[in-house]
């Protein structure tokens, strides 16, 4: 294939994982072909080995995105990473989930055998009326942060800060951060796993504790912690039709657009990495809806979108 010709959506069948916290969501909503309860991530283009996406239809169906990434880095705009950067999840809480800190490239390259760290964001898809999540603490020094920690004073400690359907979160490396139950993200991430648990709100699990990385999280939670207010912004009422930069660092950049109608943009990234949150409509002809993944290739060209859907879109600056 000569390079910068495919003029063809990858859609991806994602894979879902089930967890103690997990609800039904995934299934009865997004429609995802999963057995049981309890089905608390959905994978949705991820080249990770723990899950990695199969692409659906067309040109390369049946391939792994890991595996496209390797034989094919033309759709990816040949960027120099050695595996596909990013990993894109709907994460489905029906309980609260462990309060935790990653660190960022520096420490996990010397503490953790040379992994990326994990710089990660949050798009809340839906949440109860007066929810709230976990981002950022409330010490003022390492010392203070270590006295609270050490003896256990968590309510004083840990932040919570009020969410609406909308909202956009970054969760920098050294954030303490936890989505509470009945809250549905979608959360694009560094594609790594390295995640210590601060505290699991003393909860037992068949009789025992989880483990916790205390030592670990102390010595990568940023003091101060950025203030609440700088800590969320809202995605709402963005322009319709247009394709909408929401955030940009340098892991990732994000996007919304809301097609109301007709929607159309040029593809000038290395690749976008697109998930619909709602409705249904049509990419360049090709029937989507709630639920679906796709990564328009580098070069695609045009990008048409028709309908009523609201979507979010990633990629890397090359
Ligand atoms: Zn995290």
């Given at each position: 294939m000569k390079e910068n010709q495919l003029h063809e959506l990858l859609f991806l069948d994602p894979v879902c994982t089930h967890n103690i916290w997990g609800g039904t969501r995934l299934r009865e909503?997004?429609?995802?072909p999963v057995e049981g309860d309890g089905i608390g991530e959905c994978w949705g283009i991820s080249a990770h080995p723990e899950g990695d996406g199969t692409?659906?239809?067309?040109?390369?169906?049946?391939?792994?995105l890991s595996g496209l990434w390797d034989k094919h880095p033309e759709l990816f705009g040949?960027?120099?990473?050695?595996?596909?950067p990013l990993l894109t999840k709907i994460i489905d809480a029906q309980d609260d989930l462990s309060i935790q800190v990653h660190p960022d490239d520096a420490y996990a390259q010397v503490y953790e055998n040379g992994s990326l760290g994990k710089t990660e964001c949050w798009f809340i898809c839906d949440c109860a009326e007066d929810a709230a999540i976990v981002i950022g603490h409330n010490a003022r020094t390492k010392e203070e942060l270590e006295e609270m920690v050490r003896q256990g004073k968590w309510t004083e400690l840990i932040r919570e800060i009020p969410i609406h359907k909308g909202d956009f979160l970054q969760i920098d490396p050294g954030t303490v951060h936890a989505i509470k139950a009945h809250t549905l993200i979608l959360e694009t991430q560094q594609n790594s796993a390295i995640t210590y648990r601060?505290?699991?709100?003393d909860r037992l699990q068949n009789g025992k504790s989880r483990e916790l990385h205390i030592d670990k999280s102390l010595d990568v939670i940023t003091v101060p912690a950025k203030s609440a207010q700088e800590s969320v912004k809202s995605a709402n009422g963005l322009p319709e039709n247009e394709l909408n930069q929401i955030y940009a660092c340098g892991k990732y950049t994000i996007f919304k657009l809301d097609v109301n109608g007709n929607a159309s943009f040029e593809q000038k990234y290395p690749f976008l990495a697109a998930s619909v949150l709602e409705g249904a409509g049509t990419m360049n002809g090709a029937e989507v809806r709630k639920g679906d993944h796709f990564i328009i290739p580098c070069g695609f060209g045009k990008v048409e979108g028709n309908g009523n859907m609201s979507l979010i879109l990633s990629t890397v600056e090359s």
């Amino acid at each position: 294939m000569k390079e910068n010709q495919l003029h063809e959506l990858l859609f991806l069948d994602p894979v879902c994982t089930h967890n103690i916290w997990g609800g039904t969501r995934l299934r009865e909503e997004f429609g995802y072909p999963v057995e049981g309860d309890g089905i608390g991530e959905c994978w949705g283009i991820s080249a990770h080995p723990e899950g990695d996406g199969t692409v659906r239809s067309g040109s390369f169906q049946g391939e792994k995105l890991s595996g496209l990434w390797d034989k094919h880095p033309e759709l990816f705009g040949n960027l120099p990473y050695d595996r596909y950067p990013l990993l894109t999840k709907i994460i489905d809480a029906q309980d609260d989930l462990s309060i935790q800190v990653h660190p960022d490239d520096a420490y996990a390259q010397v503490y953790e055998n040379g992994s990326l760290g994990k710089t990660e964001c949050w798009f809340i898809c839906d949440c109860a009326e007066d929810a709230a999540i976990v981002i950022g603490h409330n010490a003022r020094t390492k010392e203070e942060l270590e006295e609270m920690v050490r003896q256990g004073k968590w309510t004083e400690l840990i932040r919570e800060i009020p969410i609406h359907k909308g909202d956009f979160l970054q969760i920098d490396p050294g954030t303490v951060h936890a989505i509470k139950a009945h809250t549905l993200i979608l959360e694009t991430q560094q594609n790594s796993a390295i995640t210590y648990r601060l505290y699991d709100y003393d909860r037992l699990q068949n009789g025992k504790s989880r483990e916790l990385h205390i030592d670990k999280s102390l010595d990568v939670i940023t003091v101060p912690a950025k203030s609440a207010q700088e800590s969320v912004k809202s995605a709402n009422g963005l322009p319709e039709n247009e394709l909408n930069q929401i955030y940009a660092c340098g892991k990732y950049t994000i996007f919304k657009l809301d097609v109301n109608g007709n929607a159309s943009f040029e593809q000038k990234y290395p690749f976008l990495a697109a998930s619909v949150l709602e409705g249904a409509g049509t990419m360049n002809g090709a029937e989507v809806r709630k639920g679906d993944h796709f990564i328009i290739p580098c070069g695609f060209g045009k990008v048409e979108g028709n309908g009523n859907m609201s979507l979010i879109l990633s990629t890397v600056e090359s």
